[in-house]
């Protein structure tokens, strides 16, 4: 089992910046893909960013050119830092693991993940 922790989130500006750390525990998650999503209130919980075991990076149309996700395998941790944010990025986050087992599936959809955290609340007021 991997058990997956978010933090960083909170209040900030528009056109502020934010990091979102996702802490892995139970299993070394170096060989799975990390994922981070999004719901906003009264929305479909949508997929951000994607970084997958061998560290290629994908990312939503929406934050593209904002947003980097990143990994430090030593840490069992998966970073999204997230520049230029706007009130529409205001969210619960979410961290997803998929394991090897999903590899082929949808790297874009949540059935393609095993393993979610708890979310962090990103505010961003204009």
């Known amino acids: 089992q991997v058990q997956l922790v978010e933090s960083g989130g909170g209040l900030v500006q528009a056109g502020g910046s934010l990091r979102l750390s996702c802490a892995a525990s139970g299993r070394t998650v170096s060989s799975y893909g990390m994922g981070w999503f ?3 209130p009264g929305k479909e919980r949508e ?3 994607v970084i997958t075991w061998s560290g290629a990076t994908f990312y ?7 947003f980097a996700i990143s990994r430090d395998n ?3 941790t ?3 830092q997230m520049n230029s944010l706007k009130a529409e990025d205001t969210a619960v986050y979410y961290c997803a693991a998929r394991s090897a087992s999903l590899r082929g599936s949808n790297l874009y959809a949540d059935k393609g993940y095993n393993y979610w955290g708890q979310g962090t609340q990103v505010t961003v007021s204009s």
């Open 38 to 40: 999004r719901q906003a």
């Open 47 to 49: 997929f951000v960013a």
């Open 60 to 66: 939503a149309d929406s934050v593209k050119g904002r």
């Open 74 to 76: 030593a840490k069992n």
């Open 78 to 80: 998966v970073y999204l």
